[in-house]
C-alpha cells in the first residue's frame, strides 16, 4: 500500500490567493482528518470525516478554510483567502473502520504565504 | 475535558542513555494510548500502542505501559541511538463519542554521538 498520499509537498503562494491541499486516503479507511502543524500551536486537528461526512469541524480557524470528502478516497482543503498566519505543515491522516485504532498520517504540505 | 501532556523538550543524551518521556492523560471513558515518532520533514509515525489498561506496547526498543490508576503512557528505552534523534508526540483515541485523536505537544529527543 502506498500509505497516505498528499499533494503537493510544498507550496509557497501570495497572500489573497486560494490555496488547495489534496489527500488520498489509505484504501479501505473510513475516517479522515486534517491536521495543522506549527511551531507555536503544535498538531491543531481542523476537520476530521467518517465515511465522507464531516463529523467535527470545531478546529477549522475561521470562513477561510472549507474541507471537502467527494469520495472515499480523496479531500481536499482549501484556504481562501490565504494568509500569511496560514502557513504551516498541513498533514492528512486515515484510519480503518475495524479493530485498529491507530491513524495513518501521510507526509504533509508545506504551506507558504507570502 | 480530554487532553494529553508531555513533558517539554528538548531532551538531549549521550548514545547509550536511558530515556523517559513523561505522558499523563485526562479522557473520559477508555482511551487508547499512541507514541508517534515524527523525523525531520517527515509525516508521523506510529512507534507503538496500547488499547487497555496494563497493555504494554513496544517497538524498536521502546516501551510504555498504560497506566490507568495514574492515567500515564510513560515512553522508554533502554539505550538510545543518534538515530533516534526526532519529535514524539502522546497521542489518545477516544474510541466512543467523538472518535477523535488528541496529541500532546510532541518533545524533541537528541542523541549525541
Known amino acids: 500500500d502506498a500509505g497516505v498520499i498528499q499533494s503537493p509537498r510544498h507550496e509557497v503562494t501570495e497572500m489573497g490567493q486560494e490555496v488547495t491541499l489534496r489527500c488520498k486516503p489509505i484504501?479501505?479507511?473510513?475516517?479522515l482528518f486534517w491536521y495543522r502543524q506549527t511551531m507555536m500551536r503544535g498538531l491543531e486537528l481542523l476537520i476530521y470525516f467518517n465515511n465522507n461526512v464531516p463529523i467535527d469541524d470545531s478546529g477549522m480557524p475561521e470562513d477561510r478554510f472549507s474541507a471537502k470528502m467527494p469520495n472515499a478516497s480523496f479531500s481536499t482543503l482549501k484556504i481562501q483567502p490565504s494568509e500569511p498566519r496560514d502557513s504551516a505543515v498541513y498533514f492528512c491522516a486515515s484510519r480503518d473502520r475495524e479493530g485498529n485504532t491507530e491513524a495513518f498520517f501521510g507526509q504533509g504540505t508545506r504551506l507558504t504565504v507570502v | 475535558g480530554n487532553s494529553v501532556t508531555q513533558m517539554e523538550g528538548p531532551v538531549t543524551l549521550s548514545e547509550e542513555a536511558f530515556l523517559t518521556i513523561n505522558c499523563t492523560y485526562t479522557a473520559t471513558g477508555y482511551p487508547s494510548l499512541f507514541w508517534y515518532v515524527q523525523y525531520p520533514g517527515e509525516g508521523l509515525q506510529l512507534l507503538l500502542k496500547a488499547t487497555k489498561a496494563d497493555d504494554k506496547g513496544s517497538n524498536k526498543g521502546f516501551e510504555a505501559t498504560y497506566r490507568k490508576e495514574t492515567t500515564s503512557f510513560h515512553l522508554e528505552k533502554g539505550s538510545v541511538q543518534v538515530s533516534d534523534s526526532a519529535v514524539y508526540f502522546c497521542a489518545l483515541f477516544l474510541t466512543s463519542g467523538t472518535y477523535k485523536y488528541i496529541f500532546g505537544t510532541g518533545t524533541r529527543l537528541k542523541v549525541l554521538a
Open positions: 484504501s479501505g479507511h473510513n475516517s
